[in-house]
């Protein structure tokens, strides 16, 4: 220290930089001064510390409130609202908005490149996410203290139970658990107990599996008090539909009711998820959710006439003239060109997964099997229950489902609707329907049935799937036929 005067201001504060060279110098605080003309001044905002998040996972924002991040984009959270974070882009766009709150994580030590790193959640959501299904003993993640900001907590299953264990900061920030031994990353911390779990008492076997869909349904939660009950339309294998009416939209809307049993719940996440990103006229439309307590709901558009097959089996579907059927498997076809171009397998398309409305509008419904297919061919597990009449033999025998195993199905779709709802391969098991078909058989030209439609069919069970047509070509070919039989310029 040179030129000291013993006390002066700028003196001070050198001593001060020199004592303290990584802290600021404080500065004074304004207090609140009513000048003489009465206007009331007040302090300058206080500067909060930047801190640096990064998000962890890919993110498409829902609504203009929202922001899309891809993962690793730099950002800065300007502040917390419920399960969600206000974020900045500190890169390109400079955009703002919201994004769920589990979706970014701090950048302490570059911890979000880490599958274990989950940053923000509490410790509930810690043991609710390690506690699912998808997750089994040894599934750990590493999460943001609640009490102390700047330490963290191992949370790990160990059989039924989720341990917790605080992560503790030294004085020169080193990272230990027991004082015994301590790590200058968090990340050799964690190999570390990888490797020796008996210090800890509880295995880290592998990261806790993310189930970001349960966290996603936010925005479509709504109070289950907004729905009045008003009769039964039918049941599915998750559970009961019903017709009900939304209260606060003078709105009749179809509910669909979760059995309470815990292996339904990832076919269920898979069906809302894949609903939730879907938005097309010939789709199903997902209106709202109830999550919160159980039974579940899915709350949907209401198609008054029910299922196709059961529409078909009634007096009104018995006598549809091909025109009308036509004009509906149109529609089915236009659904299905808008998941072919987005790379969406169903691999359930029947009759009994088509709703029917009060105008003869069929939309598309029950994704539960639906998959987004990166490669052309998505290859389901072994144990996945397929239904046999309706698949193609590569999908039936190999599980390599497609678009164009989709088109076979739609293929069998429109024999039941030109059949008026008969079951194909009457009378042979589902062993015998893969024999004939590998033979070469191929379901007969349903009685009333316009020999365009059945060529058709044909051409949607070419044993070779690249023959088959796509479903654009079909909706084309199908709108045509329907505008010529409308217009009378041909017969059927
Ligand atoms: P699974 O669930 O095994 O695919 P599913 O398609 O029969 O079988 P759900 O989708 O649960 O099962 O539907 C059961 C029945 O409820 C349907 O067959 C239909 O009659 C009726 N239903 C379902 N959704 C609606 C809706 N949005 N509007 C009107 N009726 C509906």
């Known amino acids: 220290m040179e030129g000291c005067c013993r006390g002066c201001m700028p003196c001070l504060k050198r001593l001060w930089d020199w004592i303290w060279p990584e802290l600021h110098y404080p500065s004074p605080t304004i207090p609140e001064i009513r000048t003489v003309s009465g206007d009331l001044r007040i302090p300058a905002p206080r500067k909060k510390p930047v801190q640096l998040y990064a998000a962890l996972f890919d993110f498409e924002a829902r609504s ?13 959270v300007i502040e917390k609202r419920g399960e969600y974070v206000l974020a900045k882009k500190l890169t390109g766009t400079l955009e703002s908005g919201l994004v769920p709150a589990n979706y970014v994580a701090l950048v302490q030590d570059e911890f979000a490149k880490y599958k274990w790193y989950y940053g923000n959640i509490n410790r509930q959501k810690a043991e609710k996410l390690l506690l699912a299904t998808q997750n089994k003993p040894g599934s750990f993640l590493v999460r943001i203290s609640e009490s102390h900001s700047d330490e963290y907590t191992i949370s790990a299953r160990s059989d039924k139970n989720v341990f917790h264990f605080r992560i503790h900061r030294s004085t020169i920030g080193a990272y230990f658990v027991s ?3 301590s790590f200058a990353t968090l990340d050799e911390l964690i190999r570390y107990y990888q490797n020796n779990p008996r210090s800890l008492g509880c295995p880290l076997d592998q990261p806790c599996v993310q189930q970001r869909e349960l966290f996603d349904m936010e925005p479509w939660e709504r109070p289950r008090e907004e729905f009045q009950l008003s009769r039964k339309l039918g049941e599915g294998h998750f559970g009961e539909v019903w017709e009900a009416l939304w209260t606060t939209k003078n709105q009749r809307v179809a509910i669909k009711m979760l059995k309470q049993e815990d292996t339904k719940l990832d076919e269920f996440v898979k069906e809302v998820h894949a609903l939730k990103n879907l938005h097309h006229p010939k789709l199903i439309q997902l209106l709202a959710l109830c999550t919160r307590g159980e039974p579940v709901f899915i709350i949907t558009e209401l198609m008054t006439k029910g299922s196709l097959k059961s529409y078909l089996a009634t007096p009104e579907g018995q006598v549809l003239t091909s025109a009308h059927l036509i004009y509906m498997a149109c529609q089915v076809a236009e659904g299905m060109a808008y998941l072919e171009d987005r790379h969406i397998v169903h691999r359930d398309l029947a009759a009994r997964n088509i709703l029917v409305g009060s105008e003869l509008e069929c939309k598309v419904a029950d994704f539960g099997l639906a998959r987004i297919i990166k490669d052309s061919v998505y290859t389901a597990s072994r144990n996945t229950k397929i239904p046999v009449r309706w698949t193609a033999p590569e999908a039936a025998l190999h599980q390599r489902f497609s678009v164009k195993s989709d088109v076979w199905s739609f293929g069998v779709l429109l ?14 098991n589902n062993k015998e329907v893969l024999e004939i078909l590998a033979s070469g058989y191929r379901l007969p030209s349903p009685s009333r049935c316009p020999p365009n439609i059945y060529r058709m069919m044909m051409e949607c069970w070419a044993a070779d799937g690249s023959k088959r047509p796509s479903f654009h070509a079909l909706h084309s070919q199908l709108d045509n036929i329907y505008s010529r039989i409308y217009y009378k310029t041909i017969e059927v």
């Open 415 to 428: 024999y039941e609707m030109m059949s008026r709802g008969k079951m194909p391969y009457e009378g042979k």
């Open 64 to 76: 203009e409130e929202e922001l899309s991040v891809r993962e690793g984009d730099k950002l800065s």
């Open 179 to 181: 004082d015994k031994v």
